[in-house]
């Protein structure tokens, strides 16, 4: 009698689990947009959960996003920084409007963070940091002993909204690779 009570309340433990799983994965943290995803980040050498994490604090898979400072589309990139990923992608007759577009927008988005990668030696709190505030304000943080001690690493991001951006990513990202790196 003992031991059918324990197995009842071990299917019932494992039935909610898997339902929390499914629901977390369908409703809360989606795969969605994967093949450009999945395309985008192997071809810039991403890791797709690092993509995803990125899209869901920008704009939570809205493909129609706008930030109050005019950041468009799913990665919430901005006008100016469009028009110049453009011309590297050789894009012809650029329109603002085209970041509305998911497979432009995920492509210029793991372009640019692919590019702060590279200039940022794939330390990732750097890079998210120059994704949200810039690579200019990451040079002179880094250049200034209140930031950095080393030069190399950042022991303070100055901008708060920068710095709890950079937090949120890191966790939708531990939380997407738990989810879908079975």
Known sequence: ????????????????YFAFMFGMKKYVYPY????????????YGLDPYLVLAVIKTESNFNKEAVSKKDAKGLMQIMDSTGEWIAKELDVNYFMSSMLFDP???IKMGCWYLDNLENEFDEDLDLVLAA????????????????YSEDGETLSYIPFPETKKYVDKVKANYNIYKYLYNK
């Open 32 to 43: 969605k947009y994967e093949e450009y995803i999945n395309k985008y980040s192997d071809e």
């Open 1 to 16: 009698m003992k031991f059918k009570r324990i197995l009842t309340v071990l299917i019932v433990l494992l039935v909610a």
């Open 131 to 146: 994704y949200n505030g810039g690579s200019g304000n990451v040079n002179k943080w880094l250049n200034h002993e209140e």
């Open 103 to 105: 497979e432009l927008n």
